[in-house]
């Protein structure tokens, strides 16, 4: 099955914003062996949106459209399918009625008219209705017998609709094959090291494939197979995961996907432990991580962001003597820090971070050193390191190294050391 | 001038990296006048690149091609503009020699001969040597008179051509006009409702042009501009943004595309006041927003997450009263929270969040339920709402609703009242 891609945004095209649409759903198709083409981006003008779901659709069996169903007027991507597909748009009665139905959830005011707009469907288009949003999706076959799956842009709408609806349809009629992926996630080594140590199982390899994907303080290492059934992708695959963890084990956190903050919940909760933090540079980072998971409450139990020397005094108990002499961002202060917060909260584990972000020096230390520390009954320790860039890295890469020294202690791993530069 | 983009590697179908430099070009383009028409993305596949390239090229005046210039087998761009401009590929002998000598810089081993492909040219093409990489990039003029600029899809590689030879050589060809882009955001006004109070302002207006751009809480309203100079862009936008001002002025945060943190940090910074958050079901993630803008430490002081009712009582001073009565998901819980945060913390502003983030239930209320509060010497105002969808978009909304609150009590506006039905 050939797929086009279609991304209808003024915004996209101005550079305003980045397409990470456009990957996700590359990538979900890949998974489950639908070949992707080419890729269009267009922007909000009708003639033009006409002209290129047009062209895509002249190629492919199935062109998904993302963008353009909200419910302005420069949302044209309804007009334009219908126009393609030479249909008429209809008001939907259903959809009316959910539009105005989510509207009194939010809202006491009237319905503003232009919302509307969104319950027009081509007629006869299958439409698939929002859960989190408002905008209907919409699936319209052409005359030429290529079908077009229209969904919102907003991503979390989007993602919706896909693994609702679109994606398992797709899969079904592809039919046969599967492509399956398992994804190791990696903290604490760099990605052309993983590339590295890995490189002689996958150079003659062609199925598993294997693809590196780093982003901030982790690299991702996702192992591809394609196979006959999930049975025969996972027989591909298994052997290769478990060889994979021979020779990097120390630093996978997650063979599932998890995220690391996913993870670290995951082994307290099985080690029926608690937590909480004390956050100087990563500012409540830390925090907000771990309780943006679904059952955080099961093993986090608080934080104090102590941002002035006071705090840390008044509320962690860092002593005087720490403040004074090696300061704010030391490995005393880090571990003092991390002993308070457990003191304060009761908990069983203590996380803390404390540095200096930038972009101006801090507590007589340049931007990027960062100390992060764990205490509980039976350890407290503190590593000390640098990190080169800008802020929002310094911040990122300081929550990857807090997180991973929990994830670390939780799972019997050794416990990275300090850079002997810090 | 109208261009198209061009973006070349299986990679990118395969959804394995994002395309950012086709972000980054479109943003470039827009900022010296140049109007991006449309993008495509194509696979290593020499006839798709061929039809692609001379589809844009068909539309565009300029086409601008980013990758498949290296030195693998895989690398087909050279190969696709030759043929489309009917033009033979000649081994360059300056560029050849500069090949090899960049790779005894790199290595002792002979160069394998598959790299000596870099110095292949359509003959009668300029060249633009390389600095960082090794592949140099082309420019190529087609007989219908379009231009195709291509670069190496490496995104410092790239960026080192665009800015070096490219968007000089564009900008001195479109010859004086401008873009102008003002961004205005907004908070507590949805998409719709914005895009129906200012209609009449864009019905008929071709220049400047708006668009809407929802996200998570908020709403960005971008006015845009064409014009033979900045200044007389700016003549053309600056009515405009003080009429929309004058008919949503309560609800704009920024007119300078500042996110919601950032606005209050300036207003913060401007009134010499400070801060303290007490989270609970956001977690740290409002103070992790305020602490990622750099010199955030001018303002903010510190938070308490408080995740439990103990801590709620014990560090913020939540009364006993208030946990047995309405319980912490309550007003009175949310108005104490606030005050405590600035007490604990000597801060002029306590910011408090208490609610249900979901997916299950919590101190007696259903998911989405919110509550957020703020406290000075001169007010203590609390607001309930109910947000709809997963855990993600209800910690996002109460956040936005948090610094909204702050936002809106430091630039004077009327602060916004809990719905009836919390």
């Known amino acids: ?27 979900q198709l890949a998974a489950i062996g639908v070949d992707v083409r080419r ?64 509207f009194r959830g939010f809202s006491a005011d009237p319905m503003p008219t232009s919302n509307l707009r969104q319950a027009d469907v081509p007629t006869g288009a299958r ?21 077009i799956y229209a969904t919102p842009g907003v991503p979390d709408e989007m993602v ?44 003659a390899s062609t199925n598993p494939t294997v693809a590196y994907l780093a982003s901030m303080g982790e690299v991702k290492v996702r192992l591809t197979a394609k196979a006959a059934s999930e049975q025969a992708a996972d027989d591909l695959l298994g052997p290769l995961v478990e060889e994979v963890l021979a020779r990097i084990g120390d630093v996978v956190f997650s063979v599932e996907d998890e995220s690391l903050e996913e993870s670290v919940l995951r082994l307290l909760a099985r080690e029926q432990l608690t937590i ?13 991580r771990l309780t943006g998971v679904a059952g955080a409450s099961v093993s986090f139990v608080g934080s104090v962001v102590a941002y002035t020397s006071t705090a840390k005094r008044d ?10 002499g090696p300061g704010v961002v030391s490995e005393a202060c880090a571990l003092e820090m991390a002993a308070g917060a457990r003191r304060v909260f009761g908990a069983d584990l203590g996380l803390a971070s404390t540095g200096v972000a930038g972009p101006e020096p801090h507590g007589g230390q340049r ?17 000390g390191f640098r990190v080169n860039g800008e802020r929002d890295r310094v911040i990122q ?3 990857q190294a807090a997180l991973d020294l929990v994830r670390r202690f939780l799972d019997g791993r050794p416990l990275p050391v300090s850079d002997p530069t810090v």
């Not at 249909?87 to 009316?96: D, Q, S």
């Not at 909480?276 to 907000?288: F, K, P, R, V």
């Not at 962690?316 to 004074?324: E, F, M, N, P």
């Not at 931007?367 to 590593?383: E, I, K, M, N, Q």
Request: negative net charge.
């Open 39 to 102: 890729r269009y981006t267009v922007g909000d003008n009708l003639d033009r949106i006409v002209d290129v779901i047009g062209e895509a659709a002249a190629e492919a069996d199935v062109v998904l459209v993302t963008g353009g169903l909200g419910p302005t007027q420069d949302d044209l991507t309804r007009d334009a399918i219908a126009r393609l597909a030479g249909l008429e748009l209809v008001r939907h009665p259903e959809i009316e009625e959910m539009l105005r139905e989510k």
């Open 1 to 27: 099955m050939k797929a086009e891609l279609v991304s209808v945004g003024t915004e996209l095209l101005l550079g305003q914003i980045d397409d990470t649409n456009a990957r996700w759903i590359s990538e």
């Open 127 to 147: 439409i698939i209705r929002p859960e989190r949003g408002t905008a209907p999706g919409l699936i319209v076959g052409l005359p030429s017998g290529s079908r």
């Open 160 to 203: 919706e609709m896909m693994t609702g609806t679109i994606l398992p349809e797709l899969a079904s009629s592809v039919g046969g094959g599967v492509i399956a992926s398992r994804v190791l996630r990696v903290a604490g080594m760099g990605e052309s090291a993983v590339g590295e140590v890995l490189t002689d199982l996958f150079d």
């Open 315 to 324: 509320i962690l108990g860092v002593s005087q003597g720490t403040l004074d």
């Open 367 to 383: 931007p990027g050193t960062v100390w992060v520390a764990l205490d509980s009954a039976s350890v407290s320790h503190a590593r």
């Open 276 to 288: 909480a933090c004390a956050e100087s540079l990563t500012g409540g980072s830390i925090s907000g």
């Open 397 to 399: 890469w300081s929550q």
